[in-house]
């Protein structure tokens, strides 16, 4: 047991050195707290401060969508290629492999399905989330829709219940036919989501403005990639989402419902890590997908 007695006395202080104090790399999170900062690191990838979220969280409003029909099969390959996975509990606990290292970003509002009315949404319970070692909790937000107030609040008790944790609070902008896509429902959203506790945003690409959505949030912003296009135009979209300061994608249907997911997954990791045009990117997956496909 340490005590007293014989200890070589401390005389390495360095005092000509100036101890170190360094902005956090994402924007808006300096003041966030050790934990925060940390699950963020896990996340975003310290080098581009970009990350490639793959999200499979359909599920839960929509049953077994195309290409999760079988998630065992269709995800977990290409789980190796994602920063992160955005999945609910039930996937994660019945698909992912615990050893796979990945940062998990769980879906963390649940409670109406595509066949009555979207997100009237409740809060799962934090103590889960904690046992799932989460790195983020989502929430679902639909600004302007039925459900504003309810799923505000979702948010802010998701906000208030994740800080005692150190977690992050992923603030996803809701889907539905009355909600809007354009810069200035985007940016309110964006805005709303993230003074009331966000500590990133999710949200969607408009061809018009999104960079002044970018740089009205005060946190970074990931795009989902919206329903599947052509693999070229998914690439074009995630292109310029980065390119008008998106932090990422938080991509699901224009990965694993792609012709060739894992070629799929990589091309969008060379657009968002290392900023491949869209072309290049587009060659990479033929590319890839010729060769996955003569394996
Ligand atoms: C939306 O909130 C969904 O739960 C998905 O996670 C999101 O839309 C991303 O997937 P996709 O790229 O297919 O739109």
């Known amino acids: 047991m340490a005590d007293n007695e014989g200890n070589i006395e401390a005389d390495n202080f360095a005092l000509d050195v100036k ?25 975003f990838n310290r080098k581009s401060g970009r990350a490639v979220m793959l999200a499979f969280d359909h599920g839960y409003i929509m049953g077994p969508t195309r290409g999760l029909e079988r998630m065992d099969l269709s995800i977990v390959p290409l789980i190796k290629y994602a920063d992160c996975v955005m999945c609910t509990r039930g996937a994660l606990r019945t698909i992912v492999p615990p050893e796979c290292g990945k940062p998990v970003a769980l879906r963390w509002s649940a409670g109406s399905t595509v066949l009555t009315e979207l997100n009237d949404e409740c ?9 799932l070692d989460a790195c983020a909790l989502a929430p679902m937000v639909a600004i302007g829709g039925a459900f504003e107030a309810k799923t505000i609040q979702n948010l802010a008790k998701t906000a208030d219940m994740t800080a005692k944790y150190g977690i992050p609070t992923l603030g996803v902008t809701a889907v539905g036919k009355e909600l809007g896509r354009d810069a200035r429902y985007l940016g309110l959203a964006c805005r709303v989501i993230t003074e009331n506790g966000a500590t990133f945003v999710k949200t969607y690409y408009c061809d018009e403005g999104f960079e002044k959505v970018v740089a009205a949030c005060p946190v970074p912003i990931v795009i989902a990639g919206g329903k599947k296009l052509p693999e070229a135009e998914a690439l074009e979209l995630a292109y310029k989402a980065v390119n008008d300061g998106a932090a990422g994608v938080d991509m699901g249907r224009n990965i694993f419902q792609s012709e060739c997911p894992e070629a799929m997954i990589q091309a969008v990791r060379a657009v968002v890590h290392e900023n491949a045009s869209p072309k ?12 996955i496909k003569k394996l």
């Open 280 to 291: 290049d990117a587009f060659e990479m997956f033929n590319d890839l997908q010729h060769e």
């Open 123 to 131: 809060l799962i319970d934090i103590e889960d989330a904690v046992k």
């Open 19 to 43: 101890a170190k104090s360094e902005a956090f790399y994402l924007k808006g999170l300096q003041n966030a707290d050790w934990g925060v900062k940390s699950r963020m690191s896990r996340i």
